[in-house]
């Protein structure tokens, strides 16, 4: 299996604690976003037609977009199981992970802090308070959620799930933005309980083999 | 069964598809984004605490997002299946899906054209630039996938699914937004068919009760 990853790309992230959760082996394939290479086009043709990382390929099979492909992993090597199967518990998880997947991390990454910077030429206190704007729209969604349906030490049931596998990602690049968190104390609470989860730890931008420091 | 919808919200339409193409009734209510009635606080304390549209009640059961309420559907009321069970079809089901859902959709939706405009001041010829920018890098993507595993009359297989509810709604947006999509046969064919089925007819933003014209 080979996973093509960029280190800082939260998207990637996820994918890699999932398949750290799973204990599954893969080759890492460093694909440098910040120098254009998920636009090459042998990377377009043969890996990813979404010009985008992730992208799974486990044999013949290649897959893109991370909630694709860590359902994929769960239907393939289901132990443990990411996306619940109980109805009610699927879909906070489903509920919570498409909140981050969607609504949060969609308008703060790369090439959109890029189109706002180089397009618009906005300035970077501008683009600091564009940034800072949806964690802070999207967290008052997420620590509401988790207030109402979480279970403390994971944001749903007594064990790490596709919802952990996105929110960690997405609270890493906030405090890594200086964003302040302190409203969100079951959101934090989850971060820092995943932290010290060895599955976690493998998983992150710093662990990776083409990460750089800033 | 209700379902908190705004005419106009391209998430609202992909629920309003999956309703119709399982043939499940259900009580609208409108949701007047224009106006913030999403950020009311008897909506976000008792429908949705994401205060966002579409969400579905069902009995005492409360869901926000639109993916995670269709799997739900899907799981509840599984005739005609949306999200398909064979792993191969339900994976690039989920890629397209997520592609529109994360990649499209959140960078032009009401909220972040409204922060164009009145927090970063951008000039309507700044703010159509936008839209196109980003409707032609995810239907690049679209295509694509399309190209390669795409079935015809609809995304993939025989019948509507996920992809459908997602890809229909987004094209009209474009369409509307008077978006060239000559570039994009392909979905530009499965638009077309769609648009002759009667679910996605009734699931249209001119057939809803809370429909104004522009």
Redesign the interface.
């Known amino acids: 299996m080979q996973l093509h990853s960029f280190f800082n790309s939260s998207t990637s992230y996820r994918v890699r604690i999932a398949l750290a959760l799973k204990g599954l082996d893969y080759d890492y394939r460093a694909v440098n976003i910040r120098a254009g290479d998920h636009h090459a086009t042998r990377y ?1 043709e043969q890996v990813n ?4 990382v992730p992208a799974l390929q486990d044999g013949d ?1 290649t ?6 492909i860590i ?2 992993l769960d ?2 090597y289901p132990e443990p199981r990411l996306i619940p199967a109980e ?2 518990l ?2 906070r998880v ?2 919570l ?3 981050i ?3 949060m ?3 703060n990454n790369l ?2 802090l890029g ?2 910077q180089t ?2 030429m ?1 300035s970077p206190e ?1 683009k600091g ?2 940034y800072m ?1 949806w964690v802070h ?1 999207g967290m ?2 997420v620590e ?2 988790l ?2 349906h979480g279970s403390g030490a994971w944001c749903f049931g007594d064990a790490p799930t596709l919802a952990d596998c996105c929110l960690i990602p997405q609270m890493a690049n906030a405090q890594r933005m200086g964003c302040d968190l302190a409203g969100y104390p079951r959101s934090v609470a989850v971060y820092e309980h995943a932290l010290t989860h060895p599955a976690f730890e493998a998983a992150k931008p710093q662990k990776q083999p083409d990460f750089v420091a800033a």
Do not use: N, T
């Open positions: 377009v037609p979404s010009a985008a099979f897959l893109g977009q991370s909630l694709a359902d994929y239907a393939r109805p009610a699927r879909a489903l509920e992970s498409s909140l997947a969607c609504d991390h969609p308008l090439r959109v189109y706002l397009v618009l906005v501008q308070a564009w704007h729209e008052k969604g509401r959620i207030e109402r």
